[in-house]
Nanobody, 115 residues
Framework: VQLQASGGGLVQPGGSLRLSCAAS????????MGWYCQAPGKQRELVAT???????NYADSVKGRFTISRGNARNTVYLQMNSLKPEDTAVYYC??????????WGQGTQVTVSS
């Protein structure tokens, strides 16, 4: 499974960004897809995940502001980020987990929230 992420950038506080991640290879084997973030000097942490059946899970810090969704073909995951805060600044990584328990990571995409 290969993951290709896109959509990061620089945005002002209160603004919005949409991240996308497309899976290729054995994408049919993917159950859960999600996003994690890593700020400088901190560990990588969960942002949101969504199962193939559409069950979503969010970190408390993003509930009500971020929305995760899957594409119709189930091999793409999106993260709509609204009401962005400076503390959301981080490198965001796409993640996929197969039904067999294998985990894959995409390259990171930088999100910077600053005025």
């Amino acid at each position: 499974v290969q993951l290709q992420a896109s959509g990061g950038g620089l945005v002002q506080p209160g603004g919005s960004l949409r991240l996308s991640c497309a899976a290729s290879g054995s994408a049919f084997s993917i159950n859960t897809m999600g996003w994690y973030c890593q700020a400088p000097g901190k560990q990588r942490e969960l942002v949101a995940t969504i199962t193939r059946g559409g069950i979503a899970n969010y970190a408390d810090s993003v509930k009500g502001r971020f929305t995760i969704s899957r594409g119709n073909a189930r091999n793409t995951v999106y993260l709509q980020m609204n009401s962005l805060k400076p503390e959301d600044t981080a490198v965001y990584y796409c993640n996929a987990e197969t039904f067999q328990g294998s985990k894959y990571w995409g390259q990171g995409t930088q999100v910077t929230v600053s005025s």
